[in-house]
């Protein structure tokens, strides 16, 4: 499966620092975002221990017998580890937490398939889409308060973007009592477009704006630089991080 990608990161317009990170296989073998929380210092500093632990974690274990799924679930934890030692270490980042959102392509362990099967996990709100023709899926559901009340019929899908609790999550890196890791395998077909990305840019563009930048942009890197541009323009809040991925339209 041949995959064009880039990654970019950008702090917006408002906050003074970036407490977002990314991490790119060089070799397009996995994909990861991190959006931090916890003030400047420890958003960041939660932000890049998630990336790097699990960066760290999956290049270490690649070549073993465990399942892509449990490869995924095993790094997430051993980097909300990470951040609960390190907020120990350091008593005024306590409050520190961050997302996580991954995606990988590896092929089965203990099996002739030398496929890569693309699986992907996440914790919080930051997002995977995939954009599929005309269609724009979210693949991931967040784990927010707002999101969790729309399931129970509390408030509506329509009162989501405007909810003052929008961004309280429900999950996320740097808790003891972290429970839910979603894990799911995504169905990949050339032409396909994948996203990774902060709420810094959903919080500012709806979905259908997004799907037009995918589908009208060919290459990854203009695609990302527009991505992060237009989110700018229409205000640029939040830190804004996007990893876009494209797979190839004439892959076998």
Not at 133 to 145: A, F, S, V
Not at 160 to 168: A, Q, S
Not at 170 to 180: A, F, K, N, V
Not at 207 to 230: H, T, V, W
Request: charged fraction near 25%.
């Amino acid at each position: 499966m041949k995959l064009h990608f880039t990654g970019a990161t950008d702090k917006g317009l408002v906050r003074p620092g970036n407490q977002d990170a990314f991490f790119v296989d060089p070799e397009g073998r996995f994909f990861i975002v991190a959006d931090g929380m916890g003030g400047h210092a420890g958003g960041q500093e939660a932000s890049t221990i998630a990336t790097t632990v699990i960066r760290n974690y999956l290049l270490e274990h690649w070549e073993g017998k465990e399942s892509s799924p449990n490869l995924l679930k095993d790094a997430i934890l051993k980097a909300n580890l990470a951040i609960l030692n390190d907020q120990i270490a350091h008593p005024e980042r306590s409050d520190m937490g961050t997302t996580a959102v991954v995606i990988l392509f590896r092929p089965s362990p203990n099996t002739s398939d030398d496929s890569a099967r693309p699986w992907c996990a996440h914790v919080g709100d930051s997002r995977i889409y995939q954009l599929r023709g005309n269609k724009l899926k979210q693949l991931t559901e967040d784990h927010t308060w707002v999101n969790r009340a729309v399931k129970q019929g509390n408030i509506t899908p329509d009162q989501i973007r405007v909810h003052p609790w929008r961004h309280v999550l429900s999950q996320c890196l740097g808790r003891e009592d972290l429970q839910q890791i979603d894990i799911q395998d995504v169905d990949v077909l050339p032409g396909d477009r994948l996203l990774l990305c902060s709420d810094g840019l959903t919080e500012e563009l709806p979905d259908d704006q997004i799907s037009q930048y995918l589908k009208q942009i060919r290459a990854s890197g203009l695609a990302a630089e527009a991505l992060i541009n237009a989110a700018k323009d229409r205000g640029g809040r939040d830190n804004i991080t996007v990893v876009v991925i494209m797979v190839d339209l004439h892959d076998s």
